[in-house]
């Protein structure tokens, strides 16, 4: 695991958990990604989702993103939702954002320092567990509001009874062929996966380690969304962004970037 929190902020610890940089259970923070661009050319947050600080170790870090809360994902200029545009198309029409309201079960997100992939755990309404979700993606940089990272589209699901599966496979490879990623970054990928797949058939933590059975404090409230969710991590200060659509729209909750 990664060594004490560096916040590029000049504020170590802002975000709560003391002068050691560390959140306290119950803090709230973001949890970001930054959209996916061409090699070389950057990309601004796109998702945004406030959550609750669990557990925040040297070993890991533990979030529940709750039901209600009002987030922030990628929405086509247009209108169109992103997982509606046909795969050709989806990774090329521009994109702005807006701000929608997770009204499917909560989330409770895992994340070890370092690792290229944070797990997620998914129940159904009723609290029975459905499955993990071994989202790839960037290892999580932290910052005195939060972490972010960068989706890398493959995903794999594994299941109670140990089976797993690839999930968007055709997402990362139309993202390849759109110039989302080289080839290079592509096999890192595809590595870090292979990696992954080899904790779960080995069945080590975090699917060991009990999680399906946590249940978040009823006294914890829902995060609220800053006005400034896309500030950056030097500064604080926002950065110039499309207007936000600001009216809660029900979301799924299914496709979980």
């Known amino acids: ?39 070389g050319t950057g990309g601004g947050i796109h998702i945004c989702r ?26 086509l200029a247009d209108g169109t939702p992103v997982h509606r545009e046909p795969l050709a198309t989806r990774y090329t029409k521009p994109r702005t954002t807006s701000v929608t309201r997770w009204y499917g079960p ?33 290892p999580l940089a932290r910052w005195a509001g939060g972490v972010d990272s960068e989706d890398h589209f493959l995903d794999i699901a594994v299941y109670p009874d140990r089976s797993w599966e690839w999930k968007d496979e055709d997402e ?8 989302l990623m080289t080839d290079a970054q592509a096999e890192r990928v595809r590595a870090a996966g292979r ?13 060991t380690a009990g999680w399906e059975r946590w249940r978040p404090d009823p006294a914890w409230p829902v995060p609220a969304l800053p006005e400034d969710w896309d500030r950056t991590p030097v500064d604080h200060m926002p ?5 936000v659509d600001r009216t809660p729209a029900r979301v799924e909750g299914v496709n979980p970037v």
Do not use: H
């Open 1 to 39: 695991m990664a060594a004490e929190t560096t916040d590029t902020t000049g504020t170590a610890g802002a975000g709560g958990g003391g002068g050691n940089g560390r959140w306290a259970p119950g803090d709230q923070i973001l949890w970001r990604y930054r959209g996916n661009a061409r090699p």
């Open 50 to 75: 406030p959550v609750t600080v669990v557990e925040d170790t040297a070993e890991l870090l533990a979030v529940w993103m709750a039901p209600g809360t009002d987030c922030v994902k990628p929405l």
């Open 106 to 138: 909560g989330v409770l997100k895992l994340a070890r320092p370092g690792e290229p992939w944070s797990v997620w755990l998914f129940w159904d309404l009723d609290w029975r567990f459905r499955n993990w979700y071994v989202n790839l993606e960037e």
């Open 172 to 179: 990362f490879a139309q993202a390849r062929r759109a110039g």
């Open 195 to 207: 990696a992954a797949v080899e904790l779960v058939e080995a069945w080590g933590p975090p699917f």
């Open 239 to 243: 950065v110039d962004r499309a207007p």
